[in-house]
């Protein structure tokens, strides 16, 4: 009787090359916890990574006699920057038959880069300034023509650690790297 019980308690345990060993609770709570917090704990961002930001657009702009002017930000000009044109819908829909852009007064995108059957055009843009930036665009074409315009950069992070020097000890809750 108290061996059939024993087995209710502690299950056999299985023989042969892969012999099944009883895990004890404490190494299951502590493996899911890892797991866990592996799981909620964002990726963190290492010397040599790169990020992606918007810095102007997606925006519409319409076939009009005037020109538009816009103004954006640029935190950093350590990067690389893009100016991208989606002409109308991009499937040759309501496309310009010609644009103007300019990035702090230099031409960026003109007539020879843009026409009614040009789908998307990407180009760089090497004049940035830190700070407040100038978009201007002229969109030429039909009524219902359009361009959608977005600059965007990329940039990689290059963290360089000057004090304290490496070795030192830190005997203040907080410091400033």
Known sequence: LMAHRRHLIHPPFRKGPFPM???PPYRL???????????????????GSTITQTLSGPERFNYSTSTYT??????S?????TLTVVNGDGNEDHSATSTLIKVNNTQIVGSSDLNSHTKQVSKTVTNLVKGSNTLTVKVTGGSGC????TISGVYTLDVHIAAPVAGAQIHTPSTTV
């Open 21 to 23: 060993r009883r895990i």
């Open 29 to 47: 709570f502590a493996t899911f916890l890892f797991s866990l917090f592996a799981l909620l704990i964002p990726p963190t961002l290492h010397a």
């Open 70 to 75: 816009r103004t954006f930000s640029c935190p």
């Open 77 to 81: 000009t350590q990067g690389s920057f």
């Open 146 to 149: 359009f361009l959608t315009v």
